[in-house]
């Protein structure tokens, strides 16, 4: 079981850099993505130790904490209230896949040893899509983002990868080199990316790297790489990437005096909230409802994928794994 989940884990986590590429419009491919599969494959092996040869230890020692399970519970509870059944079933099932499977095989792996080998893979990942996404733009292939179609997916896998791998190599005990190599990472993905919440998921890795670490050098080394990070943001602000990170935080239509779409929303998952209390939309279902909330508000059907606001979203479906 140990060789087997260092392999599934690491594959699984190199191959999340494809995302939904190449059908990134099938639902069925975005539950049966590989990484998704490789998880399944890793709950079936389990499934059948603890039914053949009666060992439960690696199917309970690993479980997630029970606030994600209280979590995962109400998601399902959410179904009931669902506009659409099936669509909510499936989105419950990816919940569960994501916070149940993969937590419980990425923590086996950690016990077993295997933790330094899920960061080496969490940097193969990083190092894929940032360099997919600069060849796509180099050559006008695939999209401006590589196998992402959306600068928002983009920089929701890149932020949070980059402040994991770059802290790690900043703030732990190596030498120049990996640290350089760090700053490097915080830069080029800062460079990549372009939408605001990205490049706030990397100011706040910067600074929580910079306030842990310890010792006058891995400070300088903090220090070196937010300049590194500001000079490549600065660059990048004159490029097409940087006139997408602008219009990423219009308040306006671009053209035209409406307000922006986006901010429309927000006020639309408020009612739901307001009118559904606790249970939301149900799980997976909010853009069912969202239409039926606006109350008089303009709604201009401008609004991309992955425009909208999170935390509201977590709050008024009552949940969304992104």
């Known amino acids: 079981m140990r060789s087997w ?3 599934l884990s690491s594959g699984a986590i190199i191959l999340s850099a494809f995302h939904f590429w190449p059908f990134p419009n099938c639902r069925l491919w975005q539950l049966l993505t590989p990484s998704n599969s490789l998880v399944a494959l890793w ?3 389990v499934a059948v130790s603890a039914i053949v040869f009666r060992s439960t230890s690696t199917a309970t020692r690993h479980l997630p904490p029970a606030s994600v399970l209280s979590y995962l519970v109400v998601v399902c509870m959410s179904v009931a209230v669902a506009p659409d059944a099936v669509r909510a079933s499936v989105f419950a099932s990816k919940l569960a896949l994501g916070y149940l499977c993969a937590y419980s095989l990425l923590r086996y792996v950690a016990a077993e040893g295997g933790a330094m080998l899920l960061c ?3 940097g193969a990942a990083l190092a894929l899509a940032v360099a997919f996404s600069f060849v796509a733009r180099a050559t006008g292939t695939l999209s401006d983002f590589g196998f992402f179609d959306d600068p928002h997916k983009y920089g929701s896998y890149v932020g949070v990868l980059s ?3 770059g802290s790690i190599m900043l703030a732990g005990d190596y030498g120049w080199p990996t640290r350089m ?3 490097a990472t915080f830069a080029v993905a800062a460079a990549s990316c372009a939408s605001l919440g990205a490049l706030a998921a990397l100011g706040a890795g910067l600074a929580v790297c910079f306030a842990l670490a310890r010792g006058p050098r891995r400070k300088l080394a903090s220090a070196l790489v937010c300049l590194c990070a500001i000079v490549a943001v600065t660059a990048v602000l004159h490029t097409e990437t940087g006139q997408s990170l602008g219009e990423d935080i219009e308040l306006r239509e671009q053209g035209r005096p409406d307000i922006r779409q986006r901010y429309l929303d927000w006020q639309a998952y408020m009612n ?3 009118e559904r209390a606790a249970a939301g939309s149900g799980a997976g279902c909010i853009n069912t ?3 039926m909330y606006y109350d008089g508000l303009p709604k201009l059907n ?4 992955f425009e909208q606001n999170l935390s509201l979203i977590h709050i008024s479906e009552p949940t969304r794994p992104y």
């Open 120 to 122: 080496k893979a969490s």
């Open 181 to 183: 190599l760090g700053a």
């Open 272 to 274: 739901v909230l307001s």
């Open 163 to 165: 402040v994991l791998c």
């Open 43 to 45: 709950c079936g092996a």
């Open 5 to 7: 989940g260092f392999i």
């Open 302 to 305: 401008t609004m991309g994928p």
């Open 289 to 291: 409802l969202r239409g």
